[in-house]
């Protein structure tokens, strides 16, 4: 892991503040709102803007125009590989009136960019077309290959991250960095996520006679609490515990109708350690045991989506490599951290086994929020990460 240092430096002197900061508004531009998903008109600046950038790039259907791109700096060598990956859709701004500014046409103030996007991930994303850019003028002083892979559909299926791996293309990579938001710390871990539905069905009776009747309304809130008090929940030192809570339930007809059906929604969220195997198996056993305590409770349950947790171990490739790519950049060892939500990353991980480590611009406080900001010398700081952090790991 020995690089040049007239190398690094001059990568780095590549990397413009200002260049950075004009792709980042542009991006915040886009409204790649998802739900419902409307990623065209990113995806093809995206491919043009890193066309024009010297990256060799590839679209990648995933459907309805929604492509993901990703472009390519080759160094002499196809492997090592480095994938920075980042997503090009965000969440709705939710009342546009509520926000200091419009969320899609960005301002900068007191060296932060405002808008939807620029923490959740769009600062992130630009960062890495930035680094990518810089390294394209070098490519003949670095063995392996870097490419910036942005895809559709993070904030809602992850369409974009799985469609990837089931192509194969996820197959010319050793490792990931995953740019979202982690205010520059390194985060080597992320939760894991298993979604439960749930349906009690019981028997309508008058509210005034209700032993005629099965009350559905009952059987699932002594379900929930059974499932939220009984399941087995773990420690990390990143995370604290393992976290169980009932966010979805609805039943019910009148005041005075005893209710015959109820559903509900469960949301776990695993800390490394925890398979969604195991949860899914504490599940049946927990419903086992009520069933069986109380003949009247009719219930039917599965698991919708679930995501492994994952955490790359510290000797790891990508994780040392982006440490020592940190230290030359700000000249100090970075914050280690665990990523709450999980990511395109957590695809990777559970579908390919790809390591991967997250690191990027940006607060996750700030992702889905009002006044959403990036903070200018966050971006360009990260950026730099991201070109030492690709030149380290593709070896000189
Ligand atoms: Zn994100």
């Known amino acids: 892991m020995y690089m040049r240092r007239d190398l690094a430096n001059r990568v780095i002197r590549r990397i413009d503040e200002h260049d950075l900061v004009r792709l980042t508004r542009k991006l915040v531009e886009f409204r790649s709102v998802n739900p419902p998903g409307e990623e065209k008109a990113i995806s093809e600046f995206l491919e043009a803007e890193m066309k024009a950038r010297g990256l060799k790039v590839e679209a990648l259907n995933t459907g309805g125009g929604r492509n993901n791109v990703l472009g390519w700096v080759k160094g002499s060598r196809s492997r090592p590989a480095l994938l920075l990956n980042g997503h090009s859709d965000v969440v709705t701004p939710g009342e546009a009136s509520r926000w200091k500014s419009d969320p899609f046409k960005p301002v900068v103030r007191d060296g932060k960019v405002y808008g939807r996007g620029a923490a959740d991930m769009k600062g992130g994303l630009a960062a890495m077309i930035i680094a ?32 990837f791996v089931e192509s194969g293309g996820i197959g010319s990579f050793d490792a990931a960095v995953i740019g979202e938001p982690t205010d520059l710390a390194v985060a080597t871990a992320q939760k894991g996520m298993v979604w439960v539905r749930l349906e009690t069905s019981g028997k309508m009776a008058h509210a005034s006679q209700s032993d005629l009747g099965v009350n559905a309304v009952h059987k699932m809130m002594d379900l929930t609490t059974a499932i939220r008090k009984r399941l087995q929940v773990r420690r990390h030192r990143l995370f604290g515990r393992t976290d169980v809570n009932a966010t979805v339930v609805e039943g019910g007809y009148k005041v005075n109708v005893i209710p015959d059906s109820c559903r509900a929604q469960i949301d776990i969220r ?24 109380d003949p009247s409770l009719k219930v039917k349950w599965e698991l919708f989506e679930t995501l492994e947790p994952t955490e790359e171990p ?16 700000k000249g100090e060892k970075p914050k280690k951290w665990g990523f709450p939500a999980t990511t395109d990353g957590s695809v990777f991980v559970a579908e390919a086994e790809l390591p991967i480590t997250l690191f990027g611009p940006g607060r996750i406080s700030e992702a889905h929020s009002v006044d959403e900001f990036v903070e200018i010398s966050q971006l360009v700081d990260a950026s730099r990460v991201y070109a030492l952090t690709a030149l380290n790991f593709c070896g000189v």
């Not at 810089?134 to 993070?154: H, I, K, P, Q, Y």
């Not at 695993?270 to 305590?293: F, W």
């Not at 510290?314 to 950049?329: G, H, I």
């Open 314 to 329: 510290a000797s790891s490739p990508v994780v040392r490599v982006l440490t020592t790519a940190y230290k030359q950049v």
């Open 132 to 163: 990518a850019a810089a390294l394209v003028e070098e490519s003949r002083e670095f063995r392996g290959s870097v490419a910036v892979l942005a895809t559709v559909d993070e904030e809602v299926g992850k369409i974009g991250a799985r469609r």
């Open 270 to 293: 695993l800390v490394p350690g925890q398979t969604c195997a195991q949860v899914r198996q504490q599940i049946e056993n927990i419903v086992a045991h009520e069933c069986g305590s």
